[in-house]
């Protein structure tokens, strides 16, 4: 508005040289006019009127200043140069229907009034020829058409524009809500809501890196439900299941009362993380878990020790009692505190004391036990199917790599990959387990394909491509039988040298999987380097008691797989009705307890000979 009133006060140079006679009043007419106009749209602003409001109020300062106008010039005596000057009312259309936004109705409003006045002032002018009222009438109306024509078009596409930018942004929001839904759903465990393994390991580290930087204590609290086992086997997974989500809810209440945090650390095992100095905080904390689970009742019949009600185990190590530079030791310490409150009857807390011998370890530490973990062979590689859904086969085995203590104790993956990781032996760990899987498996034809746990580390450890080609050399193997699945875990962005090594791989014939993909927050970053041959989607997609939006998540997942071209693994199942959604998802394969456990090799090697004897 500011710039149409600038240019109306402009004008009187034109009233100067065409109608010098009435200059005087002409222009002081445009500046009262355009005075008012300024003051009108200051206060529109100034009240912050509507835009219908202000388009309506522009369109009659546009009016009046064109009739105020020409009211004043029409007393000038000059009535040839007048008539043509007249002519200078399309201007106003013009104004009206391009220079501003108005809607089309505002803006044919705002023209016809010019209009009229316009024919209204050429018919009134004595002396006017029949000829120069046509001609002038006629050139008023077709400018007024074609002006009104593309004021009607422009409104259109300006309409489409605000179409286009309104989809724009309600997908850009729909996007942003399914992004942070998944990064929320691969934080979370989807049977308790309660933060998942992968949560969990990212705030350890942020209070270990806080402790190291900072010097800011913090303690670690394990906590197992004792004899879950015997509860399961006597009342179903069902009610397993229900128990662990009356225990999370309580776990949660507790954790929001005391600031700190809570997670599901796999099973049954919780995890509570909190900031503390004063070893009496951290046993209080604890008593009350003990204690609120004690206080539920729930029934638990076949205990061995004579309770009837589920009670937990708690062990507790804090940061400053740790004999170790990594988190992990942290994390050992505290299982051994819980074994300790195990041992001593269960139902109990226990702090780690560095002075009392380890439990189940046998003064091992899991470091020193990996250095002669495949000389002792306390290694060892189990294969669990992966069945292709819509013909039942199965199309691949993975293999898994166990540790066992010299005792034949158990250490859990979840336990030792990390430290592995950590110390280097996941290196000479990983070679091992590629050379069993391809001779004992692939070479002697027990599986059509085999899949293997490749960490970055050693994708980055020179030599690996060569090893790999190698082997498969030696052995005689297709290299099409082999897939490498390669964990999610790592930003890809931060490991050129990995990349290098998949690309090598890839030329090699070697298959490429992503496993545990959202997991994490780096998966779609591997998507984006890496065409994977399959993707693995992560078991904590698929819970026994799926909502309406998690099934709606897993499907979004799906799709966005596909989309990118990769066939689908998806991994945990365990019951009839979640490989059914599965199968009507379209998803190509899948993995769990319901489909096949574990085999050792023995086992592999008896099925073939049964198959072999049947045909």
Known sequence: MWAAILIYICFSFVDFFLIPDVLFETTVVRLIAGAIAFLVTEAMHRAKASSDTMDDISGLIIVGCYLLWLFTAAQSIDITTLSYYFI???????????FFDFPTHVALRTSLTVLAGGLMSAFWLPGTTQTYLIAISIFYMTCFAAISYVNWKLERERYQVFLNALQAEIGRREVERRGNDLLALSRTDPLTGLYNRRATDEKLEGFWQDWLQNGQSFAVLLIDVDYFKAFNDHYGHQDGDQCLVTLAEVFRGIAESNSCFAGRYGGEEFIFLMGAEDPGAIVRL???????????????????????????????AMSHTSQGDAMDILVLAADQALYRAKDKGRNRIEIFDPSNPPMERQDEDIAALLDRAIDSGLVSMVYQPIVDIETGRTFAMESLMRLERPNGGAIT??????????TGHIVSLGRWALLSACRDVLAENLAQVVSVNVSVIQLKTPGFSLYTAALIGRLKIDPKRLALEITESHAIDD????????????????????????????????????????????????GERMTARDKSMLSDLVRLIRHRGHEIVVEGVETPRQ?????????????????????????????????????
């Open 88 to 98: 200078y009312g399309v201007l106003f259309m013009m104004v009206s229907s391009l």
């Open 286 to 316: 604890a008593e009350s878990i003990r204690t609120a689970v004690l206080q539920l009742g729930l029934l638990h019949e076949k205990r061995p020790d004579g309770r009837k009600s589920v009670t937990v185990s708690i062990g507790s």
């Open 413 to 422: 993956p979840n336990v030792f990959i990390p430290i592995a990781e950590s």
């Open 495 to 542: 490991h050129p040298e990995a990349l290098n090594c998949i690309a090598e791989l890839k030329r090699l014939g070697v298959k490429i999987w992503l496993d545990d993909f959202g997991a994490g927050y780096a998966g779609l970053s591997w998507l984006q380097k890496v065409e994977f041959d399959v993707v693995k989607i992560d078991n904590s997609f698929l």
């Open 579 to 615: 490989l059914e959604m599965l199968r009507s998802f379209d998803v190509h394969y899948a993995q769990g307890f319901y489909l096949g456990r574990p085999q050792t090799l023995v086992q592999l090697q008896a099925n073939r000979d049964e198959q072999l004897a049947s045909s």
